[in-house]
């Protein structure tokens, strides 16, 4: 059974920084491609960033480039979001998802198969 689960949100001033993790369970870790989404109260899903299953692939939205870096380390089965420079607007809940064997990575959400339970950043003004 595929477990995701995401940690590492809290709350954070403007400006400052956070780092998300996300370990997955049940799936061999090497061949799945990762995303991170985020919704925010209100608002749909959106995408903010993935990583290819070799790693090469990256892709960002337009809103977090330049400030958030996505990895993974497969030895650790295990995604991470460094999110710099924080901003209110990136408030939201943040998933981890995965989707096996893509070989670049999107950001449409209905590509992935499998999703963690969200954890929350709230960046404060």
């Known amino acids: 059974q595929v477990q995701v689960v995401e940690s590492g949100g809290g709350l954070v001033q403007a400006g400052g920084s956070l780092r998300l993790s996300c370990t997955a369970s049940?799936?061999?870790?090497?061949?799945?491609?990762m995303g991170w989404f985020r919704q925010a109260p209100g608002k749909e899903r959106e995408g903010v960033s993935c990583i290819s299953w070799s790693g090469r692939s990256t892709y960002y939205a337009d809103s977090v480039k330049g400030r958030f870096t996505i990895s993974k380390d497969n030895a650790k089965n295990t995604l991470y979001l460094q999110m710099n420079s924080l901003k209110p607007e990136d408030t939201a809940m943040y998933y981890c998802?995965?989707?096996?064997?893509?070989?670049?990575?999107?950001?449409?959400?209905?590509?992935?198969?499998?999703w963690g339970q969200g954890t929350q950043v709230t960046v404060s003004s």
């Open positions: 049940g799936l061999t870790f090497d061949d799945y491609t």
């Open positions: 998802a995965a989707v096996y064997g893509v070989g670049l990575c999107g950001l449409d959400r209905y590509d992935y198969n499998f």
